[in-house]
């Protein structure tokens, strides 16, 4: 198994149990002391990142999911590679968390919210279930690249799975148009062009009869 | 091969014996013109075609990249592209002289005016395959060096040396009366290398690799399209011989029947499939007879017209087929009806050659001129679009896509009271 599969597979399991500097201290750990030992050494990085409560209290948990996706046969159940938020961390640190969380909003950003849940809702209610799954799984897989606060990324992750309520996300236009092109390009792969492009309009009506401002977000 | 050499110089000859002012010299000027006019006006049909057979939103940007080509086009073969192509051609390869063209002649410039629309003709073939995801400055860019490098040169091999010296392909006796190779499969090889570095349009094919139609939102454009191409088409052909002469008959006649033959190709194979005959195969088809024939039309007789355009539309249908198995998506169809067409009537005109039919020689002579093309054309273009993607940006962003380019790239709708969605920001457009 090559490093950047290893690595995903690390990541996927540690993300949904560690978030934020915790994630990326432990994955830096990950990568100085065990990325070039077996996978089987796994058991004394867990050993190593005893500081991290999260990793601690889920240790057993952690170590049997990470040797599943190991072994496992292919990596459509992996992440992508964080590779670039690692060097991105390495390089700013604590600024980077800082600067997404003290992040200034316009009055226009905030305007569009509602008109974002309600446009991503008719989106994904468009569609029958397994191919909202498959959205859903590409959403996911896409909203590493799509640069969105760690916070913001659980939230939708969340609202995905779940669905119910819209929760309360910072964000600004640009990531709302961004997440609506890659649903979008998702029901492109999914359905082909022209059924989401049918799609895209009606849900864009839909949210703009609700919402005038819900053009904004195309 | 003398009399094949003394064929393809027939394109010369008006240069030198009707350089005076007498009636005939008139009258060839004016038989120039109207065909440089029609050659201009199949513009509209590229435009309409390819408009018709892309999406709505994206319907002004294929517009503009028609009308830019014609307006950027033009001021560039003028610039340099005529010398490279007619220029002194000593080496065989390219002209080296009379660019930027002033002080010139009243044939001269009769001359430059249709050989310009024959340049803009060749770029816009581009457009049609490439439609829908390609930034339009990029876009632009490759289309500035293929009319003033590409197609030139390749021009100067086929028909160069009106200012002196010879091309290569010229002396070795290739036919290519109007431009099969010369124009149209120069432009699909373009077109080819284009949408190799660009990629398909989001979701045009699954990933279990099937292929997803995307019908075109006018398909009354594309009829109009095609009859509007299939007129200038005459003008393209029969200007050819620059000059007003009776050979013109038999080649606006051969280029009839060869449009005709290659929509008849389309719907025979459909109906032999029992598959049912659409417009936009159909109008493709007579668009790949006419430009199957456009290599021969003056030197073929009217019964083998008709087969090279038929088998023209019948590669339509496979050429399709074959590049939808590579994944390759040509929106318009434009390589198999220029590349593909072009090419068989590349050669169609060297086999059916009036009053020596399958001349072995004549064969040899045409594969190789096809081969030349396809081997300088392809990988130049393929390096000019790589380039420009990593130096410009070719690809549209997704976000584009989904928007259309007509908003993202002109602030403009072709259809504003029947397209609802996005803000057009005109500022940042």
């Known amino acids: 198994m090559d490093l950047t599969t290893r690595r995903r597979a690390v990541f996927t399991v540690l993300s949904d149990y560690v978030h934020d500097d915790s994630l990326w201290q432990a994955m830096g750990q990950w990568e100085a002391s065990c990325s070039a030992q077996g996978q089987f050494e796994l058991n004394k990085f867990l050993a190593s990142c005893s500081g991290i409560d999260a990793i601690a209290k889920n240790r057993t948990a952690i170590y049997r999911q990470m040797i599943v996706l190991l072994m496992a046969p292919d990596n459509q159940r992996l992440k992508p590679d964080p590779l670039r938020e690692m060097e991105q961390y390495k390089k700013q640190g604590f600024s980077s968390v800082k600067l997404s969380r003290s992040q200034s909003f316009t009055p226009q950003d905030v305007q569009c919210r509602p008109a974002f849940a309600v446009l991503l809702g008719e989106l994904m209610d468009a569609v029958r279930s397994d191919t909202q799954q498959r959205l859903q799984r590409y959403l996911q897989d896409q909203m590493l690249s799509l640069q969105l606060g760690q916070d913001v990324r659980r939230g939708l992750a969340e609202w995905l799975e779940i669905r119910g309520a819209f929760p309360p996300l910072a964000l600004d236009l640009l990531s709302m148009r961004k997440l609506i092109n890659t649903v979008y390009i998702g029901l492109c792969e999914s359905l082909g062009p022209v059924q989401a492009d049918q799609i895209l309009n009606a849900a864009a009506a839909k949210a703009m009869a609700q919402h005038a401002n819900a053009g904004l977000l195309l | ?429």
């Open chain 2, 1 to 429: 091969m003398k009399k094949i050499t003394a064929a393809a110089l027939l394109l010369l000859s008006p240069l030198i014996c009707y350089a005076d002012n007498t009636p005939e010299s008139a009258m060839n000027t004016v038989w120039l013109m109207t065909a440089a006019a029609l050659v201009f006006f199949m513009q509209a049909g590229f435009a309409l075609l390819e408009s018709g057979m892309s999406r709505a939103k994206n319907a002004v940007n294929v517009m503009m990249k028609n009308y830019l080509d014609v307006c950027l086009g033009s001021l560039i073969f003028w610039l340099v592209g005529y010398g490279l192509m007619f220029g002194n051609n000593t080496t065989g390869f390219f002209g080296s002289d009379h660019f930027f063209m002033d002080d010139i002649q009243p044939w001269d410039a009769a001359f430059i005016l249709f050989q310009t629309m024959f340049a803009a003709t060749a770029a816009t073939i581009c457009s049609g395959a490439m439609a829908e995801r390609t930034q339009f400055r990029g876009y632009l860019i490759a289309s500035g060096f293929i009319t003033g490098l590409i197609y030139p040169l390749v021009g100067s091999w086929a028909w160069g040396g009106v200012h002196g010296g010879q091309g290569w392909l010229a002396s070795i006796g290739f036919i290519d009366f109007a431009g099969s190779s010369v124009v149209h499969s120069v432009g699909a090889w373009c077109a080819l290398a284009g949408i190799i570095v660009l990629g398909a349009r989001s979701g045009r094919f699954s990933e279990r690799g099937e292929v997803r139609e995307i019908p075109g939102h006018n398909l009354t454009m594309v009829a109009l399209g095609g009859f509007i191409l299939w007129l200038g088409w005459f003008g393209f052909n029969g200007g050819s011989t620059l000059k007003a002469d009776e050979n013109i008959g038999l080649i606006l006649l051969n280029t009839h029947l060869s449009a005709c033959a290659g929509a008849l190709g389309v719907m025979l194979w459909r109906v032999l499939q029992n598959k049912a005959i659409l417009l936009t195969e159909t109008v493709n088809g007579s668009i790949a007879g006419l430009v199957a024939i456009t290599a021969g039309c003056a030197s073929m007789d009217p019964l083998f017209a008709i087969i090279s355009g038929f088998v023209g539309g019948l590669l339509v249908i496979a050429g399709t087929a074959f590049l939808n198995a590579l994944r390759l998506d040509d929106v318009v169809g434009a390589i198999p009806v220029h590349g593909f067409a072009g090419v068989w009537g590349t050669f169609a005109a060297g086999m059916f050659y009036s009053g020596d039919l399958f001349n072995t020689e004549r064969m040899v002579v045409q594969s190789i001129g096809i081969f030349s093309i396809f081997m300088f054309v392809f990988p130049a273009s393929l390096l000019l679009y790589w380039l420009t993607a990593k130096f410009s940006g070719l690809r549209a962003d997704t976000q584009h896509e989904q928007r259309g380019l007509d908003v993202t790239e002109h602030a403009e709708r072709g259809y504003p009271e029947f397209q609802p969605g996005s803000v057009i920001d005109r500022r940042a457009a």
